[in-house]
């Protein structure tokens, strides 16, 4: 009994902390600008996209850390107007826009909604289709001052390239932790500290320097970074431009890592010092080690 008159007492508790700010609304005349602007990004003008926004409205995409501007949003519907047909905004099945009225807001309003986007590539005949859910600001007088649009950006744009003929076989990064073991290796052999720098390669690594005929396994490879450390007594590796980390899709999806350096070394016995430049490659497996280095030394 005791728990019964507890709930029932906690019921109107739980309906006292319920505060309405603003109505939602399915229809209202803020969506008539959001509508009306996918009329116009399907065949409408220039002119008439601009008419819908403020001067200084403002546009994020997925991913953007500063907002664009109208000339953008006006570009990127002319480039889709130039490239694609039937360029099309429909309803994502299941979903209905909502307009939020605020009660302390006097000058507008929000829309949301959850639309499918699509068209057809007008030289290949190829459609693209995306799924985006956006956030418009929308005044009173009409107007639209912010835009925030989501989408998966890395899938939309891989078909509008698939649509130009066009194949994405990986991506190429400049900060990875394939890098950072990278320049660890270099580190060790700056060091003089072989072992160390053997153990970032598989068993089975293989291993190539352009011009010489054949290759080295990791035994032999590990004689050769001795026989360095014995005749300088300087190992300098000064890193030229910035290391890529690529991933390739083909083949199973492998990573590489490309590098470029000055080798600096002064000769152990003559003092002589020389500067080499140096261009590495290095291919890596699943468990993070390195099975196949290529390198390139140029006077």
Known sequence: MKKLLLLSLLVPLFGWCQVKSGVTYSEHPAYDVVTKSYQIWGSGTEAELRALYAEDAKFWGPGDEEANNVDSEVSTMLWWQENFSAIKFTVMEGATPDIIKYEDDKKGAWTMDWMVFSGVNKASGLAVKANIHSNRY?????????????????????????????????????????????????????????????????????????????????????????????????????QSGYPDAIYYSKDEGQWVVQSWWWVNNTNAETGEETREYLHMSHNFNNEGKVTREVIYMAN
């Open 138 to 238: 929308v005044t009173n007088e009409g107007k639209i001052t912010m835009s925030m649009s989501h989408f998966d950006r890395e899938s939309f744009g891989a078909q509008a390239q698939v649509s130009f003929g066009m194949h994405r076989n990986g991506r190429v990064y400049d900060k990875h932790p394939i890098i950072d073991k990278v320049n660890e290796m270099v580190v060790h052999f700056e060091a003089g500290e072989i072992s160390e720098l053997a153990s970032y390669f598989s068993k089975d690594a293989e291993f190539y320097r352009l011009g010489v005929d054949g290759n080295l396994n990791l035994e032999e490879r590990t004689a050769t970074w001795h026989e360095a450390v014995a005749t300088s007594s300087i190992r300098n590796l000064e």
